[in-house]
Structures are given as structure tokens and as C-alpha cells.
């Protein structure tokens, strides 16, 4: 196993668990390449405790993670495939994880990857993992794609290192470069506007509405249905990513979870000086209620994060029009 943290000013014990953690990585990496030569990773193969199906490579995830840091520095592991909090009885940290994330794109050969946040251990489980995520000591993600990569934040900066195929040779490359404050590319599941809020709709209206509308210039938009790839497209150069509340039973706060998916990407795209909210106020301040609690989620480019918190400080029919007359938006 060859990966190197030299430098970064890590304590022996995260410097441990961010090993174990590449290990894995390196041996998700193989397995995923070979899905459907011995075994269909996107079978399914039960249901986890937020009720989301999950695949063979969910479960399979989970389990090399768990039996890697068993034994080490973690003494909670949180996943996103556990009801509870697993205690491994001795370790300082508290590990929370979305072993695989972007589950349904297994099958279809797209971008999938392993989100992860560190804390210092505190009193107990619940003390450990509900607390805000300025607390977080490491937060970063493994991205399964073309490259295998680990980008991640110790609290300084942002980080990464890229695998070499078939091996299990880490490489640091070059600090991924500060986000664009203005971005003209957005990344939003537009399948459900007709359950989003009016604020979000709002913002997205005016940029359909292209050099026609009111922000008098043209947008792009992507959507991958992988928040490991879509963080990792933004951070490579920039954008804005939706995920917010709607109307639908069981999305009054979204899909994503605070814990294990949002709060450490919001720490990474904070340290490249982007901005991540819960539409309005920051992800990093807020406190989850529990394990396995979501919350909407918008993040990417600051100007463009700023601008949803704008239109959410609107009266609730107050038009794109007006916005326009004002002058406020343009850009
Ligand atoms: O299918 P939807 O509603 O567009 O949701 C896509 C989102 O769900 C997720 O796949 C949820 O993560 P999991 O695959 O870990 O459950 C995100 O990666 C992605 O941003
Ligand atoms: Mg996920
Ligand atoms: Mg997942």
C-alpha cells in the first residue's frame, strides 16, 4: 500500500484511518471495474435505514470499510447503511460514511464514490456525529470514474491524490484551484419543479430563460445523479448544485443527508471558497437532529450560492420580473 499524508500535519491516528480508507478505495476501484464479469454489483440486495433500496456494491461498500477501520483509530462508524452508529469500543475518531454513493449508476458505467467525514471522538455516539461541521477534522470524497481519485480537506486547503490503475499507488497531484465565484452552469433534478418551492423555482425560471430573460445571458445544465461526480465537476470548474426540499412525502428536506454526504462536502468547497447551504444559511453551522437526518442542500460557486439565499429572502410572489426592474440580478 503506498499513499503519503507527509506534510499535511496529520495526527498518527487520522493519518491511519486515511490509509485504511485509501486501501479500500484501491480495492472498491478494482471490483467496480469488473462488475459484470463475475458478479452484477447493481443486483439488489435489500433496504437500508433511511428505506432506500440497495445494491450488491452498497453492501459490499460498507462491509470493506467496517472490517478496514475495525481495530484502528474509529471508534464510531456512522454509515449511511447502518441503522445505528457501530461502536468498534476503542479509537479517538468518529467516522461517518456514504460507503457508495451515486447507487444508481452502478449499472450504467458513470461516476460513483465513497463520501466520508472525521470527528475527534466526543462522549458518545449521538454527541459525536450531531455537532456542527466546522468541527469535522477531515471531510473528502474517493471518486470511482475514468480516475480514481481521493480529493479531501484536513481543515487547510484541499487536497488529492490520484490512483494508479490496477495497483494501490496513491499520487498527490496539484491542490485543486479556487472556485469561480460566477459560474454559468447549474446542476439540478428538473424532473421535479413542479414539487420544488417557489424561491427555487424562481432561480431556475431566470435561467431557462436564457439571454431572453432577465439575467440576459445564457446557462448550461447538468445532472449526474452522483453528488461525489457533480462535486467533483464543480470543483474542477465550478457551477452550482441543487438538491432542495419539495413537496413529495419524505422530501420535505430533501434527499441528501447532512451528516455523511452534505457536511463534508460542504467543507471542502467552503476551503475552495465556495459557498454550501441549506438554501438559505450555511450547512457547516447547522445541526443534525439525528444519524440519518437530510437537509436541502445547494452549494458551488459563491455568487450563484448567495443568489438562492437572495431569492428565498423574497416575498413568496414577488416575480423574476421584478428582480430584473430592480436591477438586483444581473449577471
Ligand atoms: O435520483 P435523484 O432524486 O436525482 O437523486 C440523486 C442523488 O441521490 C444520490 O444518489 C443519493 O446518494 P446514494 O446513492 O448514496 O443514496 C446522490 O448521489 C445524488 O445526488
Ligand atoms: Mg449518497
Ligand atoms: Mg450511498
Given amino acids: 500500500m503506498s499513499v503519503s499524508f507527509d506534510g499535511l500535519g496529520l495526527s498518527p491516528e487520522l493519518a491511519d484511518t486515511m490509509t485504511r480508507l485509501t486501501s479500500v478505495g484501491a480495492t472498491l476501484a478494482r471490483i467496480i471495474a469488473r462488475n459484470g464479469l ?59 460514511i456514504d460507503p457508495l454513493d451515486g447507487s444508481s449508476n452502478i449499472d450504467v458505467n458513470v461516476s460513483i464514490g465513497t463520501i466520508f467525514s472525521i470527528f475527534p471522538k466526543a462522549e458518545g455516539p449521538d454527541e459525536s456525529f450531531l455537532r456542527p461541521g466546522t468541527e469535522q477534522i477531515a471531510g473528502g470524497y474517493i471518486i470511482f470514474g475514468p480516475q480514481t481519485a481521493l480529493v479531501v480537506s484536513f481543515g487547510k486547503g484541499v487536497q488529492q491524490w490520484v490512483l494508479e490503475p490496477g495497483t494501490d499507488i496513491w499520487t498527490r497531484v496539484a491542490d485543486p484551484k479556487p472556485l469561480p465565484h460566477e459560474t454559468s452552469e447549474y446542476a439540478i433534478n428538473a424532473s421535479n419543479y413542479r414539487h420544488w418551492p417557489q424561491p427555487i423555482r424562481a432561480f431556475i425560471d431566470d435561467m431557462v430563460a436564457g439571454a431572453e430573460g432577465p439575467r440576459g445571458r445564457n446557462f448550461n445544465m447538468r445532472w449526474i445523479a452522483s453528488l461525489v461526480a457533480e462535486t467533483h465537476r464543480i470543483i474542477s470548474r465550478g457551477g452550482v448544485f441543487l438538491y432542495p426540499g419539495d413537496d413529495r412525502k419524505g422530501y420535505e428536506r430533501g434527499r441528501l443527508r447532512h451528516v455523511y454526504e452534505c457536511a463534508p462536502i460542504a467543507l471542502l468547497i467552503t476551503q475552495l471558497g465556495g459557498g454550501a447551504t441549506d438554501g438559505a444559511d450555511p450547512i457547516l453551522n447547522a445541526l443534525p437532529d439525528r444519524l440519518h437526518a437530510r437537509t436541502p442542500f445547494v452549494f458551488g460557486s459563491s455568487t450563484k450560492v448567495a443568489r438562492v439565499a437572495a431569492y428565498h429572502d423574497l416575498p413568496h410572489d414577488e416575480s423574476h420580473a421584478l428582480f430584473n426592474s430592480r436591477g438586483l440580478f444581473r449577471s
Fill in 38 to 96: 463475475e458478479a452484477n454489483l447493481a443486483e439488489a440486495a435489500g433496504t437500508n435505514a433511511g428505506g432506500d433500496g440497495q445494491k450488491a456494491l452498497d453492501v459490499i461498500a460498507d462491509e470493506a470499510f467496517m472490517d478496514a477501520l475495525r481495530d484502528g483509530a474509529v471508534r464510531y462508524y456512522a454509515s449511511e447503511e447502518q441503522d445505528d452508529v457501530v461502536d468498534f469500543e476503542t479509537g479517538t475518531l468518529a467516522l461517518a
